[in-house]
C-alpha cells in the first residue's frame, strides 16, 4: 500500500493499520482479539480473500471501510456504504467524555444531529445520554437508509427519531439542548484536489458551496433560534476554520482540542449566539 501510494484518512492514517483492518474483517476477529490470534494459520481460501480485497483497495482507491462494510465510531461499529461519508470526525471523543466540561449531562434531554449520515453521531450521543431523545436529520434519503440500518442495530429505534430535512426545515418548533453537526465544509478549490478515495464519498456530503461555508453558515444563522436555555452548538468545520472566523469575526468560537487528534471544531452557546447578534 505504501508503494501504492493510496490515501489514508478514513479511519486509518498509514498501511499498517489500513491493511489490519482488511485482515481483520475477512478473518471475522473482534477488535479487542488477543495476541494469540497472530500465530493463528490462514487458510489459501482466506489468503485470497485477503489478497483481493488488497488489490481492490489499490486499484480502485476505494476506502477500506467501503470494502468491508464497517467502520467504527465512538467506540460503536457503524455500517456504512457509498451513500454515506465515512465517520472519521474528532466529535467522537468528545461525545465519549459526553460533551464535559462544556455540557451538563445530567440535563441534556433533546439533541439534534444535523447532516446525521451513517447516523454515527447520533447513534453515539444516545448511547453518552441515556436519557435524551436525539432528532438526526440529513437531506439525503439514501443516506437516511443507512442510519435506519444503524439505529436498528443498535436498538435506538425509540429513542433516535430520523429525519429527512433540510437543515432545520422539517423540524417544527423544536428545540434543543445540543445540537451537533458534521455538516458539508469542503469548497470548490479542495473538492478539485481530494485524492480519488475522496470520489466515492457522496458529493452531498462534502461539497457546500464556493468557500465551503453554505451550510454552515446556514446553521449560524438559525441555531439561536433552536436552542434551549444553556443550549450548545457544536460544529466540524475542518479546513475551512480561518474562513469561518473572518466571515464571523463577531463570534467568539471555541475551538476544541482532541487528544486523539483532529481539529476544526467550535464551539458556541445559545447566550453566545444571542449576544452575537
Not at 425509540?158 to 458534521?182: K, P
Not at 452548538?233 to 475542518?238: D, F, Y
Request: net charge positive.
Amino acid at each position: 500500500m505504501h508503494r501504492a501510494r493510496v490515501h489514508f484518512g478514513h479511519g486509518t492514517d498509514n498501511a499498517v493499520d489500513e491493511a489490519a483492518a482488511l485482515v481483520w474483517h475477512v478473518l471475522a476477529l473482534p477488535p479487542g482479539a488477543p495476541a494469540t490470534v497472530y500465530r493463528r494459520r490462514v487458510g489459501a481460501r482466506r489468503a485470497a480473500e485477503i489478497e483481493a480485497l488488497v488489490t481492490r483497495r489499490i486499484r480502485e482507491r476505494r476506502p477500506a471501510a467501503y470494502l468491508t462494510g464497517v467502520t467504527w465510531f465512538a467506540g460503536l461499529p457503524m455500517y456504512v456504504d457509498e451513500r454515506v461519508l465515512i465517520p472519521r470526525s474528532p466529535i467522537a471523543e468528545l461525545i465519549e467524555q459526553r460533551c464535559q466540561p462544556w455540557v451538563d449531562p445530567t440535563v441534556v434531554t433533546r439533541i439534534l444531529d444535523l447532516g446525521t449520515g451513517s447516523g454515527c453521531i447520533a447513534i453515539a450521543c444516545a448511547r453518552a445520554f441515556a436519557q435524551a431523545t436525539v432528532d438526526a436529520v440529513d437531506i439525503d434519503a439514501s443516506a437516511l437508509e443507512v442510519a435506519a440500518i444503524n439505529v436498528r442495530r443498535h436498538r435506538l429505534s425509540r429513542r433516535v427519531r430520523l429525519v429527512e430535512s433540510d437543515h432545520f426545515a422539517a423540524l417544527g418548533r423544536a428545540t434543543y439542548d445540543m445540537i451537533v453537526s458534521n455538516p458539508p465544509y469542503v469548497g470548490e478549490r479542495e473538492m478539485r484536489s481530494l485524492p480519488a478515495e475522496y470520489r466515492h464519498e457522496p458529493r452531498l456530503a462534502l461539497a457546500s458551496g464556493r468557500s465551503g461555508l453554505d451550510s454552515v453558515e446556514c446553521i449560524l444563522d438559525q441555531a439561536v433560534c433552536r436552542l434551549k436555555r444553556r443550549g450548545v452548538l457544536i460544529v466540524e468545520v475542518g479546513n475551512t476554520q480561518a474562513a469561518l472566523e473572518r466571515r464571523y469575526p463577531q463570534l467568539p468560537f471555541t475551538w476544541l482540542q482532541f487528544e486523539r487528534g483532529g481539529g476544526g471544531v467550535f464551539l458556541l452557546t445559545r447566550e453566545q449566539l444571542l449576544a452575537a447578534e
